[in-house]
């Protein structure tokens, strides 16, 4: 749209300077649109974030206080492996499988 | 006999009852053992004779009993003989006697479940005539007792007046709908700008998509335990607080002491849950707006708000009505966040009463008035919308 326009007024001088403004508002509200989806997306994966690095932590580090801010640190498969190997997790992921 | 009629006993007898209903309240059973064993007269008799009269003692690996002694009968002009039957049935034919401390070898084990022969007043007529144990209550000396229930069905409002007046009632009632209250504006109005953001048409805005829907896939279990990890007293909040130099010591947040932490944590878990199913219909709504109608608003220099105002909300109507009734109905219902973050006492949903009534109490007919009681809520509240967007549309119209 802002083309086509622009192709016939380049001329005038006022028309351009309309057009910087309406450019710079869409950019600015480009701007916000992006930042409104990150911080979304950011509420929504950071609780993601906390369990998974739970899950992929050593147990010591699960029950330690304060935790690591930064996630996966230090990574391990000893929980995972315990949840894995416990007992009742087969049994019951074919249940859910099969009612599914 | 209807329920609660007092009945006088006159006999009772025992007949087969089969396994899955021993559970039933008020059903007094019995065992009766076929016994094999050798009489004063050195002669071998085999019958029937209830548990009572048998003392265990051995039994196999699977818990069943193979042998025994007769007991002593008590009593000064009791018969000092323990008689054996010829079927499992006190009427029946007695085939032989056993002495006290006779031992026995027990060849099969019957539960039977008790029959009364009752006796009692039904519309000023009094009728006779043998019940099952499970339908009466025994009072005090066992000669009387009340029927406490029927197979025929008979309609009371004693478990609704159980359910009202029960103490968790009514904060199980106002803390849902506070719940609902906090939870439904916040998540519309979060929905909404999430669904503008992803038809927004920007470069990448696909991925907002399927990051905000990630939430749709977590089980609510699962929820709970990701917000009970964020909220416990050396949970992700602490550590951050902490860590900035807000606090100087971890809060506990999830107590009794502090129940207006639980109900937040519970809010924000439901927030981040269940917005994205709401998205999701909003999405749909919005791409069957059609685009002529957003560009024309555009050109003539409608701002954003304008836009969501008085174009897409208005268009948006259905789409949210349908969002509207589906989450209200869902929140009614809300049950494992509550129970993970609270323990399901401090806190205390109507899900979570029925739980309880059902589960903890065994009170099957109070957990299902909950249910229904529920069920009424959910059908009020979307009658409730429905006859409100009509209202407006004709309104309008």
């Known amino acids: 749209m802002t083309t086509a326009v622009e192709a016939k007024v380049s001329v005038s001088p006022e028309v351009k300077a309309v057009h910087r403004r309406m450019r710079r508002r869409q950019a600015l509200a480009r701007g916000l649109t992006y930042l409104v989806g990150i911080l979304i997306s950011l509420w929504v994966l950071i609780p993601i974030i906390f ?50 | 006999l209807p329920r609660g009629t007092t009945v006088s006993i006159l006999d009772r007898e025992g007949n087969f009852v089969s396994p899955e209903e021993l559970g039933l309240t008020n059903l007094i059973a019995e065992d009766w053992f076929r016994v094999r064993a050798v009489d ?117 409002t004693r478990y609704v007046e159980r359910m009202v007046s029960d103490r968790f009632f009514m904060p199980a009632l106002r803390t849902t709908m506070l719940l609902i209250v906090m939870i439904i504006p916040v998540q519309f109005v979060l929905a909404i700008i999430m669904a503008l953001v992803i038809q ?109 105002r008085y174009i897409i909300l208005p268009l948006l109507r259905p789409s949210l009505q349908v969002a509207l009734i589906l989450r209200t109905i869902l929140a009614f219902q809300v049950f494992a966040v509550v129970i993970v973050l609270s323990g399901g006492d401090v806190v205390t949903v109507l899900a979570n009463e029925t739980y309880r009534q059902y589960y903890d109490l065994r009170n099957f007919n109070v957990a299902a008035a909950y249910a229904s009681f529920i069920l009424l809520l959910s059908l009020v509240s979307a009658f409730f919308y429905l006859q409100a967007v009509r209202t407006q549309e004709e309104a309008v119209t």
């Open chain 1, 51 to 100: 369990i998974a690095s739970m899950a992929l932590t050593t147990p010591a580090m699960v029950r330690a206080y304060p935790k690591s801010i930064l996630p996966f640190i230090p990574f391990s498969t000893a929980t995972m492996e315990f949840f894995l190997n416990s007992r009742g997790i087969l049994p019951g992921i074919r249940n859910s499988v099969v009612v599914a």
């Open chain 2, 40 to 156: 004063s007269d050195g002669q071998e008799i085999e019958g029937w004779t209830p548990e009572r009269r048998v003392r265990v003692r051995e039994t196999d690996d699977a818990g069943a009993p193979f042998s025994g002694t007769i007991r002593p009968i008590l009593g000064a002009d009791a018969d000092p003989l323990t008689p054996l039957y010829a079927e499992a049935d006190d009427d029946s034919q007695v085939v032989g006697r056993l002495e006290s401390q006779d031992p026995v070898q027990i060849q099969e084990v019957v539960t039977l479940e008790l029959w009364f022969l009752v006796q009692g007043q039904s519309e000023g007529e009094t009728v006779e005539g043998w019940t099952q144990s499970r339908f009466v209550r025994l009072l005090g000396d066992q000669t009387q007792g009340r029927i406490e229930q029927g197979n025929t069905g008979q309609f009371t």
């Open chain 2, 200 to 308: 927004a048409n920007l470069k990448g805005s696909g991925v907002f998509l399927y990051i905000f829907a990630i939430a749709l896939g977590v089980s609510d279990l699962a929820v709970g335990i990701v917000w009970y990890s964020i909220f416990t007293h050396f949970g992700y909040l602490n550590t951050i607080l902490q860590g900035i130099g807000v606090i100087n010591a971890p809060v506990t947040y999830l107590s009794a002491a502090s129940r207006h932490w639980i109900i937040i944590a519970i809010w924000l878990a439901e927030v981040w849950r269940s917005t994205s199913i709401v998205m999701v219909i909003v999405v749909a709504g919005l791409q069957a707006i059609s685009r002529e109608v957003l560009e024309a608003s555009e050109v003539f220099g409608a701002s954003l708000w304008q836009r969501v």
